[in-house]
T-cell receptor, first 113, second 116 residues
Framework: KNQVEQSPQSLIILEGKNCTLQ??????????LRWYKQDTGRGPVSLTI?????NTKSNGRYTATLDADTKQSSLHITASQLSDSASYIC????????????FGKGTRLHILP | GAGVSQTPSNKVTEKGKYVELRCDPI?????LYWYRQSLGQGPEFLIY????????DSGLPNDRFFAVRPEGSVSTLKIQRTERGDSAVYLC??????????????FGEGSRLTVL
């Protein structure tokens, strides 16, 4: 079982609509949880970073939430735009520096005009 | 440049050949990571450098893979006797802080390796 699981695997929505991407993790506690956006053929770019004690973090139309009790994080995208079409990767950073950063497989989001 | 630079952006080679992929991190970043990403997957850890030394190379799949960072800046990932299964995007990331401290990871655009 992956330590970071994301759902759905892919999602198609119409431009202007909202959507929510899910991340379930087993690593607990952790140093921080991150969401990255990866455009096709590009490297991942950070959207949000949340520490274990934070439960929400916004970056423009992107809002990440964290529920440490259920070990879930969500990324909510408001008023989607065509440029939001990308993969969104959930990343959990363990507290121990000897442990590896754990990447989810990502959710592939397609925004249709 | 201001970001992490990776070269080449695309590399096509034949099975059995030797390949070098270069990463130029953001100036002053002490931590450097190499990841491998296959289509539809998240990045898979290969190696982590803190300064010049490989602090964790446990992700290297076998002894055909090797990476160096001799002066604590530019890093080179070296793949010997390439196999078709090595085809992937190789991502480099750098950070101003040690692993797992709450600092940002900055990724390059990746080097796409295709082994024919």
């Amino acid at each position: 079982k992956n330590q970071v699981e994301q759902s759905p695997q892919s999602l198609i929505i119409l431009e202007g609509k909202n959507c929510t991407l899910q991340c379930n993790y087993t690593v607990s506690p952790f140093s921080n949880l991150r969401w990255y956006k990866q455009d096709t053929g590009r490297g991942p770019v950070s959207l949000t970073i949340m520490t274990f004690s934070e439960n929400t973090k916004s970056n423009g139309r992107y809002t990440a939430t964290l529920d440490a009790d259920t070990k879930q994080s969500s990324l909510h995208i408001t008023a989607s735009q065509l440029s939001d079409s990308a993969s969104y990767i959930c990343v959990v950073v363990p507290p121990n520096r000897d442990d590896k950063i754990i990447f989810g497989k990502g959710t592939r989001l397609h925004i249709l005009p | 440049g201001a970001g992490v630079s990776q070269t080449p952006s695309n590399k096509v080679t034949e099975k059995g050949k030797y390949v070098e992929l270069r990463c130029d991190p953001i100036s002053g970043h002490t931590a450097l990571y190499w990841y491998r990403q296959s289509l539809g997957q998240g990045p898979e850890f290969l190696i982590y450098f803190q300064g010049t030394g490989a602090a964790d190379d446990s992700g290297l799949p076998n002894d055909r893979f090797f990476a160096v960072r001799p002066e604590g800046s530019v890093s080179t990932l070296k793949i010997q006797r390439t196999e078709r299964g090595d085809s992937a995007v190789y991502l480099c990331a750098s950070s101003p802080v040690s692993r797992n401290i709450a600092g940002e990871l900055f990724f390059g655009e990746g080097s796409r390796l295709t082994v024919l």
